[in-house]
Structure formats: structure tokens, C-alpha cells
Nanobody
Framework: QVNLVESGGGLVQAGGSLRLSCLAS????????MGWFRQAPGKDREFVAA????????YYADSVKGRFTVSRDNAKNTVYLQMNSLKPEDTAVYYC????????????????WGQGTQVTVSS
């Protein structure tokens, strides 16, 4: 089993940037595909970005493509989400997830989830 802890959330003005981190512990991190999701108040959780176990396979939601970048450092057991040109509609709790397969992460299925970190973008 893998445990995930997100950090890096906060309050930022529109147009600003934040970098989220997700630290994993437990089973070998390098074997997992990872994903970022978000949930705004009153809305369903939505997919944001995914990265394969080696970091070579990437996939983004259309709403963040060109603004967000997902990356990972397997030596540090950490996956990142660099968020640029933030918009008020990006306000949400952001979660990272781990799973054995890239396509299941993209589909929203993960073996483990973090507790989430709040991102608030003011206009």
C-alpha cells in the first residue's frame, strides 16, 4: 500500500502560480502511475493530469492544458503539479492519486488517495 500526502496549496491571485507536491511512502513509488484531481465546492471530482511510472507518458484535462505541468522525481518519491496562469475557476481541493496503470488513473480510479490541499484563486 502507498500513502500520499499533498502540500503546496494556498491563496493566489488570478494569473499567479503554485506548485503542488505529493509525497509518497510505502510500496515502491516508481511502479505507480500518478494523477492529480480536483474537487470544487458543490461539484464532482474531476481529472486534472496524469503521469506514467517512468514520467514519459503524460495526459492533461483540456481545461488545464498549456497552463499546468505534471512531473515526478522517483528518487524523491514525489509527484508535482506546476500550475501557471491560474484562474478563479481553478479553485478547488486538489488530490493526488496512485495506481498501477496509467489508463486507470486517467479514468479516475486509484489505489490510494491523499487528503487533499486547498487551492484558492482570487479574481
Amino acid at each position: 500500500q502507498v500513502n500520499l500526502v499533498e502540500s503546496g496549496g494556498g491563496l493566489v491571485q488570478a494569473g499567479g502560480s503554485l506548485r503542488l507536491s505529493c509525497l509518497a511512502s510505502g510500496r515502491p513509488f516508481s511502479t505507480y502511475a500518478m494523477g492529480w484531481f480536483r474537487q470544487a465546492p458543490g461539484k464532482d471530482r474531476e481529472f486534472v493530469a496524469a503521469i506514467g511510472s517512468s514520467g514519459s507518458r503524460l495526459y492533461y484535462a483540456d481545461s488545464v492544458k498549456g497552463r499546468f505541468t505534471v512531473s515526478r522525481d522517483n528518487a524523491k518519491n514525489t509527484v508535482y503539479l506546476q500550475m501557471n496562469s491560474l484562474k478563479p475557476e481553478d479553485t478547488a481541493v486538489y488530490y493526488c492519486a496512485a495506481g498501477p496503470y496509467f489508463f486507470t488513473i486517467v479514468a479516475g480510479t486509484g489505489d490510494a488517495w491523499g487528503q487533499g490541499t486547498q487551492v484558492t484563486v482570487s479574481s
